[in-house]
């Protein structure tokens, strides 16, 4: 993966903090249209959910494709190498970047490749837009927005889910993510909503990711993680949801805003959903489980 030359790294670091201390929820209009694409005489992919702005030389149906959402990538399964060890604590060598930053390889859903930069500043995954169209994300109008200030302005992006974000053996399952268009010549950076899950410690002299599980020697597991880890991933989704549920009643008034929230509220069941299905897989107590 080659940086731009445009902007120089430390740019697009910048960027990642102001996005972590200044970002704020906001919702895309309910949608269910079609998304067109097609390619024009100098090659270049157009996309558009209005079929009346694409020029009539191009409207032919062998020429067009029609996609729900956004086009999906292929799902041929993509093996990624290991670390170095095998235990519970991933070593995982990085590439030295100016200015003192790491990247790293990752494998996003089990089949997209990825270089990201490690950025304890970035609050969650934040991708390209390029990986955010093989994903179908990029124009999915079902997602909930973010919008996000920048030292470029005010950029609205998708919030999605990926369903899996693998580096090295470490694996986070259903972890929050956006997409940056702010980014060219780069795939993205790797932030905490997948950092978060392990305590991260960094080998400057060998260029090593360490990341370390938070459980304790003889602590009781279920599916790699402690109660405290389930307590906290179930408080977090359940009092987001009533904090969700509370603003939509209030503005039930307003149509357009109460549609905005509901999908959020949907992001969130979802995340919660899927927390409950894995601990189910388990047998987690009841005890360690919170709904709104």
Not at 86 to 104: A, C, D, E, F, Q
Not at 281 to 290: D, G, I
Request: charged content about 25%; overall charge positive.
């Amino acid at each position: 993966m080659c940086m731009s030359n445009r902007y120089p790294l430390r740019h697009w670091i910048r960027i990642s903090c102001v996005l972590c201390v200044s970002v704020v929820l906001v919702f895309a209009a309910s949608s269910h249209s079609a998304i067109y694409k097609w390619k024009d005489d100098n090659g270049k992919i157009h996309f558009t959910d209005n079929p009346s702005k694409i020029p009539p030389q191009y409207r032919k149906k062998d020429e067009l494709k029609t996609f729900k959402g956004a086009p999906t990538a292929p799902s041929k399964p993509v093996k990624l190498l290991s670390p170095e060890k095998k235990s519970g604590t991933h070593v995982i060598k990085t590439r030295s970047l100016p200015g003192g930053h790491y990247m790293v390889e990752v494998l996003i859903n089990g089949n997209i490749r990825a270089d990201l930069i490690v950025d304890t500043g970035a609050s969650m995954v934040i991708l390209s837009n390029r990986l955010g169209e093989r994903l179908g994300t990029l124009y999915n109008t079902n997602l909930p927005k973010m919008e996000f200030h920048t030292a470029g302005g005010k950029v609205e992006t998708p919030l999605f889910i990926l369903d899996s974000l693998q580096l090295g053996d470490a694996t986070v399952l259903n972890l929050e993510a956006s997409t940056n268009p702010n980014f060219q010549g780069m795939d993205g950076l790797l932030g905490m909503s997948f950092l978060g899950e392990f305590k991260m410690e960094m080998d400057r002299e060998r260029s090593e990711l360490i990341l370390k599980p938070f459980a304790g020697k003889g602590d009781p597991l279920w599916d790699g993680q402690n109660e405290k880890w389930w307590r906290k991933k179930y408080t977090t989704y359940a009092q987001t949801l009533r904090h969700l549920q509370r603003t939509a009643y209030r503005a039930r008034q307003d149509f357009q805003k109460t549609m905005k929230i509901k999908k959020m509220i949907a992001h969130y069941e979802k995340l919660h959903k899927a927390l409950d299905r894995r601990a189910d897989k388990v047998n987690l107590p009841k005890e360690y489980r919170f709904y709104p």
